[in-house]
């Protein structure tokens, strides 16, 4: 099993920046991508960036593209995403997860962890 933790979340202004951290414990070493997904009340729950765990190949839904970075710290098994020129449009809950095998990175239903979830709130 692997456990994972966000942080990081909160409210923000139009234009503002956040970083959110997920710090995964557990039987990490059979990860093999983690991504980010967010998700508003009475909708699906929406990809946002990934990363390949051992190449730290990225991807990125075009919403975000050129304003949110995923990172990771292998040292610290620890996944981030800095999100800058942050739009009321970005507020959501974001949450983490992480899949052990490889697979097309962009549908939630393929990931087998996920955290509990940290709320964005960017205000205009």
């Known amino acids: 099993q692997v456990q994972l933790v966000e942080s990081g979340g909160g409210p923000v202004q139009a234009g503002g920046s956040l970083r959110l951290s997920c710090a995964a414990s557990?039987?990490?070493?059979?990860?093999?991508?983690m991504a980010w997904f967010r998700q508003v009340p009475g909708k699906e729950r929406e990809f946002v960036a990934a990363i390949r765990w051992s190449v730290s190949s990225t991807y990125y839904a075009d919403s975000v593209k050129g304003r949110f970075t995923i990172s990771r710290d292998n040292t610290k098994n620890t996944l981030y995403l800095q999100m800058n020129s942050l739009k009321p449009e970005d507020t959501a809950v974001y949450y983490c997860?992480?899949?052990?095998?490889?697979?097309?990175?962009?549908?939630?239903?393929?990931?087998?962890?996920w955290g509990q979830g940290t709320q964005v709130t960017v205000s205009s």
């Open positions: 997860a992480a899949d052990r095998e490889y697979r097309s990175l962009y549908y939630s239903y393929e990931y087998d962890y």
């Open positions: 557990g039987r990490t070493f059979n990860i093999l991508t």
